[in-house]
């Protein structure tokens, strides 16, 4: 066998090696019915490149940065206040700054996102229809920013 053979095959077997390493996306799920969330009826706009890590990891990389949170805020304000309250602390919704979830998979991101994108009970609709899935990372990360529950409670606070 010549060496450049061998060099190519082995170059191959690397780069194939690197295809099987990339990690594969989250699954999101209806939170009532546990359906798999179709994400192509998404509003227009949201598949940016921090919407695509937290497809790839469940975490909201939203979550520590000021300026997100801010935008999160107008957002929340528009859209949510009026069931949730201007301080999250339930209207006719439930409250979202404490550690008590109606739905426990909401203390964790992926959880959270999967309510505000697919619905829940109630009057609770799907959130696709009016916020993109990178404006829905935005209104997470200001709930997550005015949390007032017990730390240890709040699985996005866990590495």
Same mark, same amino acid.
């Given at each position: 066998m010549k060496l450049s053979t061998i060099f190519s095959v082995a170059l191959m077997t690397v780069g194939l090696g690197g295809l099987t390493?990339?990690?594969a996306d989250i699954t999101l799920r209806n939170a009532l019915t546990g359906e798999?969330?179709? !994400?192509?009826?998404?509003?227009? @706009? &949201?598949?940016t490149e921090i919407f695509k890590q937290f497809m790839q990891t469940g975490k909201n990389p939203y979550n520590t940065d000021a300026e997100a949170?801010?935008?999160?805020?107008?957002?929340?304000?528009?859209?949510c206040s009026g069931c949730h309250g201007h301080e999250a602390e339930g209207k006719?919704?439930?409250?979202?700054?404490d550690d008590y979830w109606t739905y426990p998979r909401a203390a964790s991101d992926q959880g !959270?996102?999967?309510?505000?994108? @697919? &619905?829940?009970n109630g009057m609770m609709g799907p959130q696709?229809?009016?916020?993109?899935s990178d404006e829905l990372l935005h209104i997470m990360a200001f709930i997550r920013h005015i949390y007032k529950g017990d730390p240890k409670k709040a699985e996005w606070l866990k590495h």
């Open positions: 390493q990339a990690q798999v969330l179709d !994400l192509s009826f998404a509003k227009k @706009g &949201g598949n949170v801010k935008k999160g805020e107008s957002l929340y304000m528009t859209g006719l919704g439930p409250g979202l700054a !959270l996102f999967e309510i505000l994108f @697919g &619905g829940a696709y229809v009016n916020f993109s």
